[in-house]
């Protein structure tokens, strides 16, 4: 069954440190991928996007993904964190069936 | 983009009785997806809403249990039947189009006591 695997559960970082996020999923064929955040007590929101084309995706916030077909991996990565990016990070795919399926999440924490 | 309107945001609720949540999208989407989240767990499909036919339900998860209906394109509901605590947690309708994001409601957060 397909699957979307995130490595980090928990990840806590200071001010300005450099982000990566890993995530790989298990299906082998064409893939839509998303990286989701939800903030403390707020819904779910879209952070990026990945169908097609240049497989360095740029997203909101300063947030970039990379599609890396052979490793099946679509890492999140944002340069400079800022304690506002204190949220829980989800990773998730699209099969062709249509269906959405995510990650396990990773908690991010920042230290001001 | 939709707008994905979920009601009751929150509830706590006897064991044993059922509750309703609603799902409304504010443009038409062509899916409509229903979801759990436990309590510091990631996102669990339940199920996904067919306009004017069943639902098709993921391994786990049975209509007996979480009946959905899906009237027509913009307006969903998922009942949680006999409740037990264990079925505290988040519930989260989604809603897009094929090949496009999707996007979710603020959940319903229920309580089972």
């Known amino acids: 069954a397909q699957s979307v695997s995130q490595h980090n559960h928990h990840v806590i970082l200071s001010e300005a440190a450099s982000l990566e996020l890993g995530c790989n999923y298990s299906?082998?064929?064409?893939?839509?991928l998303f990286w989701y955040v939800q903030y403390p007590g707020q819904h779910l929101q879209l952070l990026l996007k990945?169908?097609?084309?240049?497989?360095l995706v740029k997203g909101i916030k300063g947030f970039e993904a990379e599609f890396i077909k052979s490793k099946f991996s679509f890492n999140l990565r944002k340069p400079s964190v800022q304690w506002s990016d204190t949220a829980e990070y989800f990773c998730a795919c699209y099969n062709q069936g249509g269906k959405l399926i995510f990650g396990q999440g990773t908690e991010l924490s920042v230290k001001p | 983009s939709a707008v994905i309107s979920q009601k009751p945001s929150r509830d706590i609720c006897q064991r044993g009785t059922s509750l309703t949540i609603q799902c409304q999208v504010d443009s038409q989407v062509t899916m409509m997806f229903w979801y759990r989240q436990q309590p510091g767990q990631s996102l669990t499909l339940i199920a996904t809403a067919n306009q004017g036919s069943e639902a098709t339900y993921e391994s786990g998860f049975v209509i007996d249990k979480f009946p959905i209906s899906r009237p027509n394109l913009t307006f969903s509901t998922l009942t949680v039947s006999n409740m037990s605590p264990e079925d505290s947690s988040i519930y989260l309708c989604?809603?897009?189009?094929?090949?496009?994001?999707?996007?979710f409601g603020q959940g319903t957060r229920l309580t089972v006591v």
């Open positions: 990945y169908f097609s084309g240049d497989p």
């Open positions: 299906y082998g064929g064409t893939v839509n």
């Open positions: 989604s809603g897009g189009r094929a090949n496009t994001e999707a996007f």
